[in-house]
Protein backbone atom coordinates (compact mmCIF):
# COMPACT_ATOMS: atom_id res chain seq x y z
CA UNK A 1 0.00 0.00 0.00
CA UNK A 2 1.05 3.58 -0.81
CA UNK A 3 -0.58 6.74 -0.33
CA UNK A 4 -0.16 8.78 -3.31
CA UNK A 5 -0.99 12.70 -3.57
CA UNK A 6 -1.88 14.84 -6.33
CA UNK A 7 -2.89 18.60 -6.17
CA UNK A 8 -6.58 19.56 -8.59
CA UNK A 9 -7.16 22.84 -9.92
CA UNK A 10 -10.69 23.62 -10.06
CA UNK A 11 -12.79 26.51 -11.09
CA UNK A 12 -16.08 28.62 -9.48
CA UNK A 13 -17.27 31.37 -11.07
CA UNK A 14 -14.20 33.94 -11.69
CA UNK A 15 -11.90 31.98 -9.54
CA UNK A 16 -9.42 29.12 -8.99
CA UNK A 17 -8.81 26.86 -6.66
CA UNK A 18 -6.31 24.57 -5.45
CA UNK A 19 -7.45 21.22 -3.49
CA UNK A 20 -5.01 18.11 -2.51
CA UNK A 21 -6.21 14.47 -3.93
CA UNK A 22 -4.96 11.41 -2.03
CA UNK A 23 -5.94 7.84 -2.69
CA UNK A 24 -4.09 4.05 -2.01
CA UNK A 25 -2.70 3.21 -5.07
CA UNK A 26 -2.86 -0.25 -4.22
CA UNK A 27 -7.02 -0.08 -5.44
CA UNK A 28 -7.90 -0.47 -8.98
CA UNK A 29 -11.69 0.02 -8.78
CA UNK A 30 -12.98 3.77 -8.52
CA UNK A 31 -14.02 3.77 -4.93
CA UNK A 32 -15.45 6.46 -2.19
CA UNK A 33 -14.72 10.04 -2.33
CA UNK A 34 -14.69 12.19 0.95
CA UNK A 35 -14.39 15.66 0.92
CA UNK A 36 -12.36 17.59 3.79
CA UNK A 37 -13.49 20.98 4.34
CA UNK A 38 -11.13 23.57 5.89
CA UNK A 39 -10.78 25.72 9.30
CA UNK A 40 -10.38 29.42 9.27
CA UNK A 41 -6.96 28.85 8.38
CA UNK A 42 -7.42 27.82 5.08
CA UNK A 43 -6.36 24.14 3.44
CA UNK A 44 -3.04 23.22 5.63
CA UNK A 45 -1.39 19.90 6.65
CA UNK A 46 -4.10 19.66 9.18
CA UNK A 47 -6.86 18.78 6.18
CA UNK A 48 -4.06 17.59 4.12
CA UNK A 49 -3.28 14.49 6.90
CA UNK A 50 -7.31 13.63 7.05
CA UNK A 51 -7.58 13.32 3.48
CA UNK A 52 -3.96 10.70 3.74
CA UNK A 53 -6.05 9.14 6.84
CA UNK A 54 -9.22 8.54 4.90
CA UNK A 55 -7.27 7.17 1.77
CA UNK A 56 -5.91 4.19 4.29
CA UNK A 57 -8.94 3.88 4.95
CA UNK A 58 -10.08 2.85 1.60
CA UNK A 59 -11.56 6.00 -0.09
CA UNK A 60 -10.32 8.63 -1.84
CA UNK A 61 -9.59 11.83 0.52
CA UNK A 62 -9.60 15.92 -1.52
CA UNK A 63 -8.36 18.44 0.81
CA UNK A 64 -10.68 21.34 -0.76
CA UNK A 65 -9.96 24.77 -1.02
CA UNK A 66 -13.11 27.30 -0.62
CA UNK A 67 -10.35 30.65 -0.51
CA UNK A 68 -8.85 30.88 -3.74
CA UNK A 69 -5.62 29.86 -5.40
CA UNK A 70 -2.49 31.63 -4.07
CA UNK A 71 -4.41 32.53 -0.81
CA UNK A 72 -2.88 30.68 1.35
CA UNK A 73 -1.24 32.43 4.28
CA UNK A 74 -0.33 32.22 8.27
CA UNK A 75 -2.08 35.60 8.69
CA UNK A 76 -5.22 34.76 10.62
CA UNK A 77 -6.37 37.83 10.24
CA UNK A 78 -6.12 38.16 6.67
CA UNK A 79 -7.57 34.51 6.84
CA UNK A 80 -10.65 35.66 8.90
CA UNK A 81 -11.40 38.12 6.26
CA UNK A 82 -11.78 35.72 3.88
CA UNK A 83 -14.09 33.82 6.28
CA UNK A 84 -16.15 36.34 7.44
CA UNK A 85 -16.55 37.24 3.88
CA UNK A 86 -17.66 34.15 3.22
CA UNK A 87 -20.24 33.48 5.70
CA UNK A 88 -21.81 37.14 5.07
CA UNK A 89 -22.03 35.48 1.63
CA UNK A 90 -23.78 31.44 1.97
CA UNK A 91 -24.81 31.66 -1.58
CA UNK A 92 -21.19 31.82 -2.57
CA UNK A 93 -19.16 29.88 -0.16
CA UNK A 94 -22.25 27.52 -1.25
CA UNK A 95 -20.77 27.88 -4.65
CA UNK A 96 -17.44 27.14 -4.11
CA UNK A 97 -17.98 24.27 -1.85
CA UNK A 98 -20.35 22.52 -4.78
CA UNK A 99 -17.64 23.22 -7.40
CA UNK A 100 -15.03 21.39 -5.28
CA UNK A 101 -17.62 18.58 -5.05
CA UNK A 102 -18.16 18.42 -8.52
CA UNK A 103 -14.06 17.88 -8.75
CA UNK A 104 -14.02 15.16 -6.69
CA UNK A 105 -16.46 13.84 -8.27
CA UNK A 106 -14.77 13.97 -11.32
CA UNK A 107 -11.61 12.24 -10.21
CA UNK A 108 -10.91 8.94 -11.71
CA UNK A 109 -9.76 6.83 -8.56
CA UNK A 110 -13.55 8.03 -7.20
CA UNK A 111 -17.23 6.44 -7.55
CA UNK A 112 -18.68 9.50 -7.96
CA UNK A 113 -22.18 7.75 -6.92
CA UNK A 114 -20.40 7.38 -3.23
CA UNK A 115 -19.27 10.96 -1.84
CA UNK A 116 -19.26 12.43 1.75
CA UNK A 117 -18.07 15.38 3.36
CA UNK A 118 -16.36 16.08 6.68
CA UNK A 119 -15.37 19.29 8.21
CA UNK A 120 -13.51 20.95 11.07
CA UNK A 121 -14.51 24.21 12.36
CA UNK A 122 -15.79 26.96 9.56
CA UNK A 123 -15.55 23.65 7.15
CA UNK A 124 -18.04 21.92 10.04
CA UNK A 125 -20.48 24.63 8.63
CA UNK A 126 -19.24 24.09 5.14
CA UNK A 127 -20.92 20.46 5.06
CA UNK A 128 -23.89 21.45 7.07
CA UNK A 129 -24.20 23.89 4.22
CA UNK A 130 -23.55 20.92 1.37
CA UNK A 131 -26.12 19.24 2.94
CA UNK A 132 -28.77 22.25 3.55
CA UNK A 133 -28.31 22.60 -0.19
CA UNK A 134 -30.04 19.27 -0.75
CA UNK A 135 -27.32 18.04 -2.99
CA UNK A 136 -26.62 14.46 -3.64
CA UNK A 137 -23.95 13.16 -0.93
CA UNK A 138 -24.38 10.09 1.20
CA UNK A 139 -23.53 12.21 4.44
CA UNK A 140 -21.44 15.07 6.26
CA UNK A 141 -19.85 15.02 9.35
CA UNK A 142 -18.99 18.59 11.18
CA UNK A 143 -16.63 18.54 14.05
CA UNK A 144 -16.30 21.44 16.30
CA UNK A 145 -18.19 22.95 13.87
CA UNK A 146 -20.41 26.06 13.27
CA UNK A 147 -24.11 26.10 13.45
CA UNK A 148 -25.97 29.12 12.23
CA UNK A 149 -28.50 28.59 9.43
CA UNK A 150 -27.63 30.52 5.70
CA UNK A 151 -31.21 31.66 5.37
CA UNK A 152 -31.07 30.43 1.96
CA UNK A 153 -31.69 26.79 2.74
CA UNK A 154 -35.12 27.00 4.61
CA UNK A 155 -37.55 24.74 2.83
CA UNK A 156 -34.99 22.25 1.40
CA UNK A 157 -35.15 18.48 2.38
CA UNK A 158 -31.53 17.32 3.45
CA UNK A 159 -30.70 14.15 1.59
CA UNK A 160 -27.64 13.29 3.26
CA UNK A 161 -27.19 11.99 7.00
CA UNK A 162 -25.67 14.35 9.00
CA UNK A 163 -22.95 13.84 12.10
CA UNK A 164 -22.16 16.45 14.38
CA UNK A 165 -19.31 15.96 16.21
CA UNK A 166 -19.30 18.92 19.13
CA UNK A 167 -17.57 19.89 22.45
CA UNK A 168 -20.09 21.07 25.08
CA UNK A 169 -18.17 23.88 26.04
CA UNK A 170 -17.83 25.46 22.40
CA UNK A 171 -18.32 29.31 22.81
CA UNK A 172 -18.87 29.28 19.08
CA UNK A 173 -21.56 27.05 19.15
CA UNK A 174 -23.66 27.06 22.67
CA UNK A 175 -26.04 24.58 23.58
CA UNK A 176 -28.82 26.60 22.34
CA UNK A 177 -27.55 27.09 18.66
CA UNK A 178 -26.97 23.05 19.40
CA UNK A 179 -30.75 22.70 19.88
CA UNK A 180 -31.18 25.51 16.84
CA UNK A 181 -29.70 22.59 14.53
CA UNK A 182 -31.61 19.87 15.90
CA UNK A 183 -35.19 21.44 15.46
CA UNK A 184 -33.58 22.88 11.58
CA UNK A 185 -31.98 19.23 10.47
CA UNK A 186 -35.65 17.97 11.62
CA UNK A 187 -37.87 20.72 9.94
CA UNK A 188 -35.25 19.63 6.77
CA UNK A 189 -36.39 16.18 7.24
CA UNK A 190 -32.39 14.95 7.48
CA UNK A 191 -31.63 12.10 9.33
CA UNK A 192 -29.15 13.74 11.90
CA UNK A 193 -26.81 12.66 14.58
CA UNK A 194 -25.27 14.77 17.17
CA UNK A 195 -22.48 13.77 19.72
CA UNK A 196 -21.18 15.78 22.38
CA UNK A 197 -18.30 15.73 24.18
CA UNK A 198 -18.25 17.27 27.93
CA UNK A 199 -15.93 19.64 28.97
CA UNK A 200 -14.65 19.88 26.12
CA UNK A 201 -14.30 23.34 23.42
CA UNK A 202 -13.37 24.12 20.35
CA UNK A 203 -10.86 23.18 17.62
CA UNK A 204 -10.43 20.17 20.11
CA UNK A 205 -8.96 18.21 16.85
CA UNK A 206 -6.04 20.58 16.60
CA UNK A 207 -2.73 19.41 18.95
CA UNK A 208 -1.64 23.24 18.40
CA UNK A 209 -4.78 24.57 20.15
CA UNK A 210 -3.84 25.33 24.15
CA UNK A 211 -6.67 28.27 25.26
CA UNK A 212 -8.80 26.87 27.48
CA UNK A 213 -10.21 30.29 28.84
CA UNK A 214 -10.24 31.28 25.12
CA UNK A 215 -12.88 28.53 24.10
CA UNK A 216 -9.72 26.57 22.01
CA UNK A 217 -8.38 23.49 23.43
CA UNK A 218 -6.80 20.09 22.22
CA UNK A 219 -8.58 17.25 23.26
CA UNK A 220 -6.87 13.83 23.01
CA UNK A 221 -9.97 11.45 23.91
CA UNK A 222 -12.42 13.75 22.11
CA UNK A 223 -10.16 13.67 18.80
CA UNK A 224 -9.27 10.13 18.87
CA UNK A 225 -13.46 9.37 20.02
CA UNK A 226 -14.91 12.01 16.99
CA UNK A 227 -12.44 9.78 14.54
CA UNK A 228 -13.77 6.73 15.46
CA UNK A 229 -17.19 8.04 15.23
CA UNK A 230 -16.82 9.66 11.80
CA UNK A 231 -15.10 5.80 10.94
CA UNK A 232 -18.23 4.15 11.62
CA UNK A 233 -20.44 6.71 9.92
CA UNK A 234 -18.63 6.38 6.58
CA UNK A 235 -18.82 2.78 7.09
CA UNK A 236 -22.49 2.71 7.63
CA UNK A 237 -22.51 4.95 4.66
CA UNK A 238 -20.24 2.69 2.21
CA UNK A 239 -19.70 -0.42 3.82
CA UNK A 240 -15.67 0.10 4.07
Same mark, same amino acid.
Given at each position: ?????????????????????????????????????????????????????????????????????????????? $?????????????????????????????????????????????????????????????? %??????????????????????????????????????????????????????????????????????????????????????? %???????????? $?
Amino acid at each position: MAIQTRVVDYESGDHTFEGMLAWDDAGVAPRPGVLVAHTIAGRSAHEEGRAKRLAEMGYVGFAMDVYGKGTQTTDLDR $NRAMMDALRADREELQERLLAGLACLQEQPEVDAAKTAAIGFCFGGLSVLDIARTGADVAGV %VSLHGIFDPPGNTAGNRITAKVLALHGWEDPLATPEQVVALADEMTAMRADWQVHAYGNTTHAFTNPAADDWDGGKQYDADADRRSW %VATRNFLAELFG $N
